[in-house]
């Protein structure tokens, strides 16, 4: 529990245990709604999520005076709760763009509480961003050109933020309600019932004894779990603690071991089947099925996954560094023995998601299982272990919801004030009809506005902000969606802000400045890589078997070359220099980069793969005749 209230535990387990049973019953999981006389329209559900689950932050986050938050707990409770209770008349009667008084007010505290939430729970980043945006349109016409809009007043724009289903309980807010909430009770629930230390101990019997295994751990460990949590510090925190010691025991530097859990803790919310909570938003946004999204998302996650572990053997053979031993490695036999129930819980969630496409029954049905059989195995969980289990939960789900909320107001501002339009024309007029022009700006902004914001948030300002330019720049729309969240969570990795970097260097007393610049060295393919499905969508599965399969091999071959290059070291063939590295860097990106248009402005990447192989053979040569001339 964050709080200083330990007292205050059970009342967030309760609100959570609340909200989950309304959303099971909304969902029409078990049949007609019990609550559909109360909450007859959907808003009056979303209403009711806000006014359970809001009043948790300043339960988890506790402010100096216990008095005051007592004053939110209830302003955050009895907001929604009046909009609820009003939601007909807010409909009927067009409150969002004229309401009256006592609806200004309501209106008012809602917007309040939701951004003091939001400071206590992610800090002045996200704080000052959706306080700035919500504001905007009060002055939107004062502003630069650029990004002028049609300005309101503060009634109007308090009004439009609570009552209309542009801002607070916009698209994002759905996405959590419908689909998410259900995501994150099943990530919770493996947790507790000891999936996490199951998925870490298995790793450790598959890949322990290989060179450099305690690395190879963290990748599949950190992959797997970060894309449960969809939080990478939370991820660097938890899975760190054990896979980042046993690296340093190993023979990894310190700044080296905290920069594979990071960038394998980033990696982790890029990587299906759940990808986090952020791929459900995606969804929702591009209004398509989520294992649409999953199937597209699974090549490039798993590329960056074989380029981290390519890179991380290429570490352990240049430092000679060996497996783990044996009394460090569990039995793989008695691990599944152990913990089979997690593999058929995974295994359920993805037969229901990829295969029957049950999106909103997939998540309950799977914890549903996980708990029966947990429950009589022998290793049940008491009243208190499920007390826990329902303070996780709503930790979670709260965390989550005022987040999306604070979102929320600046995809309303920016609807209300026509400004999001404004920003698409203008990016496509800088740019002109140069679409690399267009993605490198694309990037650029991605990375910049993503820095600070949690992997969810990021997600949403850019999916409102730059991807409606990219598409309209005649790009694939999932691809665009895809390309934006990897370059929107660059910053994690990347230097100056590096928080996923900087994380794990405190969990290894490594310097946080040199675990950023390690951390950018072992996860380079993930900066290659977006640029890679969004110049060729037949690497998201689009295409033909013969395109999809030459996108596959061109991306392999090239992710492999650089992940040489980026180590300096060449199998059988030891080290490389400077030179040869960069030579072979660059041919890796020739073979990889898809239309790459070097010769004659032909749209092919038959030029570049020869350029590229061209390259990769100079390099090969120049490291053998230096081999050769090192032999006596």
Same mark, same amino acid.
């Given at each position: 529990?964050?709080?200083?209230?330990?007292?205050?535990?059970?009342?967030?387990?309760?609100?959570?245990?609340?909200?989950?049973?309304?959303?099971?019953?909304?969902?029409?999981? +078990?049949?007609?709604?019990?609550?559909?006389?109360?909450?007859?329209?959907?808003?009056?559900?979303? +209403?009711?999520?806000?006014?359970?689950?809001?009043?948790?932050?300043?339960?988890?986050?506790?402010?100096?005076?216990?008095?005051?938050?007592?004053?939110?707990?209830?302003?955050?409770? *009895?907001?929604?709760?009046?909009?609820?209770?009003?939601?007909?008349?807010?409909?009927?009667?067009?409150?969002?763009?004229?309401?009256?008084? &006592?609806?200004?007010?309501?209106?008012?505290?809602?917007?309040?509480?939701?951004?003091?939430?939001?400071?206590?729970?992610?800090?002045?980043?996200? =704080?000052?961003?959706? #306080?700035?945006?919500?504001?905007?349109?009060?002055?939107?016409?004062?502003?630069?050109?650029?990004?002028?809009?049609?300005?309101?007043?503060?009634?109007?724009?308090?009004?439009? &933020?609570?009552?209309?289903?542009?801002?607070?309980?916009? *698209?994002? =807010?759905?996405?959590?309600?419908?689909?998410?909430?259900?995501?994150?009770?099943?990530?919770?629930?493996?947790?507790?019932?000891?999936?996490?230390?199951?998925?870490?101990?298995?790793?450790?019997?598959?890949?322990?004894?290989?060179?450099?295994?305690?690395?190879?751990?963290?990748?599949?460990?950190?992959?797997?779990?970060?894309?449960?949590?969809?939080?990478?510090?939370?991820?660097?925190?938890?899975?760190?603690?054990?896979?980042?010691?046993?690296?340093?025991?190993?023979?990894?530097?310190?700044?080296?071991?905290?920069?594979?859990?990071?960038?394998?803790?980033?990696?982790?919310?890029?990587?299906?089947?759940?990808?986090?909570?952020?791929?459900?938003?995606?969804?929702?946004?591009?209004?398509?099925?989520?294992?649409?999204?999953?199937?597209?998302? *699974?090549?490039?996650?798993?590329?960056?996954?074989?380029?981290?572990?390519?890179?991380?053997?290429?570490?352990?053979a240049k430092h000679g560094l060996v497996g783990l031993a044996d009394h460090e490695i569990p039995d793989l036999w008695q691990v599944v023995k152990e913990g089979w129930v997690f593999l058929l819980a995974?295994?359920?969630?993805?037969?229901?998601?990829?295969?029957?496409?049950?999106?909103?029954?997939?998540?309950?049905?799977?914890?549903?299982?996980?708990?029966?059989?947990?429950?009589?195995?022998?290793?049940?969980?008491?009243?208190?272990?499920?007390? &826990?289990?329902?303070?996780?939960?709503?930790?979670?789900?709260?965390?989550?919801?005022?987040?999306?909320?604070?979102?929320?107001?600046?995809?309303?501002?920016?609807?209300?004030?026509?400004?999001?339009?404004?920003?698409?024309?203008?990016?496509? =007029? !800088?740019?002109?009809d140069e679409t690399y022009v267009l993605i490198l700006m694309g990037a650029l902004t991605s990375f910049i506005l993503g820095i600070g914001l949690t992997v969810t948030a990021a997600y949403v300002f850019?999916?409102?902000?730059?991807?409606?330019?990219?598409?309209?720049?005649?790009?694939?729309?999932?691809?665009?969606?895809?390309?934006?969240?990897?370059?929107?969570?660059?910053?994690?990795?990347?230097?100056?802000?590096?928080?996923?970097?900087?994380?794990?260097?405190?969990?290894?007393?490594?310097?946080?400045?040199?675990?950023?610049?390690?951390?950018?060295?072992?996860?380079?393919?993930?900066?290659?890589?977006?640029?890679?499905?969004?110049?060729n969508p037949a690497l998201l599965g689009f295409g033909g078997a013969i395109a999809i399969t030459l996108a596959i091999a061109e991306a392999l071959i090239g992710v492999l070359v650089i992940a040489w290059?980026?180590?300096?070291?060449?199998?059988?063939?030891?080290?490389?220099?400077?030179?040869?590295?960069?030579?072979?860097?660059?041919?890796?990106?020739? !073979?990889?980069?898809?239309?790459?248009?070097?010769?004659?402005?032909?749209?092919?990447?038959?030029?570049?793969?020869?350029?590229?192989?061209? #390259?990769?053979?100079?390099?090969?040569?120049?490291?053998?005749?230096?081999?050769?001339?090192?032999?006596?």
């Open positions: 529990m964050s709080g200083k209230y330990p007292a205050f535990q059970r009342p967030v387990g309760l609100l959570a245990g609340l909200a989950c049973m309304m959303v099971i019953d909304q969902l029409r999981l +078990f049949g007609d709604p019990w609550l559909s006389g109360v909450l007859a329209l959907e808003t009056q559900f979303y +209403f009711a999520l806000i006014a359970l689950l809001l009043p948790g932050i300043f339960l988890i986050y506790p402010g100096r005076y216990r008095l005051i938050d007592v004053g939110l707990v209830l302003i955050a409770l *009895l907001a929604p709760l009046w909009l609820l209770i009003h939601a007909e008349r807010i409909l009927n009667e067009g409150w969002e763009f004229l309401a009256p008084d &006592h609806a200004v007010v309501a209106s008012a505290c809602l917007w309040f509480v939701i951004l003091e939430g939001v400071r206590r729970a992610t800090g002045w980043v996200l =704080f000052g961003i959706a #306080g700035l945006f919500s504001l905007y349109p009060l002055f939107a016409d004062v502003m630069p050109e650029m990004i002028s809009g049609m300005a309101i007043g503060f009634r109007e724009t308090a009004s439009y &933020h609570a009552m209309s289903i542009e801002s607070i309980v916009g *698209l994002p =807010f759905r996405a959590f309600a419908n689909l998410v909430v259900g995501f994150l009770v099943f990530g919770a629930t493996l947790q507790h019932t000891g999936g996490g230390a199951f998925f870490i101990r298995l790793a450790f019997s598959l890949l322990g004894r290989s060179r450099g295994g305690a690395a190879k751990v963290a990748i599949v460990s950190s992959g797997l779990m970060g894309s449960m949590s969809g939080s990478v510090i939370t991820n660097v925190m938890t899975t760190g603690q054990l896979t980042i010691p046993a690296m340093q025991r190993q023979g990894f530097s310190s700044k080296s071991a905290a920069a594979v859990e990071a960038c394998a803790s980033t990696g982790g919310v890029l990587l299906p089947p759940i990808m986090g909570s952020t791929a459900f938003i995606m969804a929702t946004f591009l209004e398509i099925p989520y294992y649409q999204v999953a199937l597209a998302a *699974l090549i490039p996650s798993l590329l960056y996954f074989f380029a981290l572990y390519v890179q991380l053997d290429a570490y352990a995974f295994a359920l969630l993805i037969v229901l998601l990829l295969w029957l496409q049950q999106e909103t029954l997939a998540p309950w049905a799977a914890t549903l299982a996980l708990l029966v059989i947990n429950q009589v195995r022998g290793q049940r969980m008491g009243l208190k272990e499920l007390g &826990h289990w329902l303070v996780a939960v709503g930790e979670l789900l709260i965390e989550l919801l005022v987040i999306l909320c604070a979102v929320g107001l600046i995809v309303g501002s920016l609807s209300v004030t026509g400004l999001s339009g404004t920003l698409v024309n203008e990016l496509l =007029f !800088i740019a002109g850019l999916a409102i902000v730059l991807a409606p330019a990219l598409i309209e720049g005649g790009l694939m729309p999932l691809a665009v969606h895809l390309f934006i969240l990897y370059w929107g969570m660059l910053s994690f990795i990347t230097p100056p802000v590096a928080l996923g970097a900087f994380a794990a260097a405190s969990v290894a007393g490594a310097q946080p400045v040199a675990t950023g610049f390690e951390s950018m060295r072992i996860g380079i393919a993930i900066y290659l890589i977006p640029f890679l499905f969004l110049l290059a980026a180590q300096r070291r060449l199998p059988f063939l030891g080290d490389m220099s400077l030179l040869e590295a960069c030579l072979m860097g660059v041919a890796g990106l020739l !073979i990889a980069l898809p239309g790459l248009t070097l010769v004659a402005g032909l749209e092919s990447n038959l030029w570049g793969n020869v350029l590229g192989l061209g #390259g990769f053979v100079m390099a090969l040569l120049a490291r053998l005749i230096r081999v050769s001339w090192a032999r006596p």
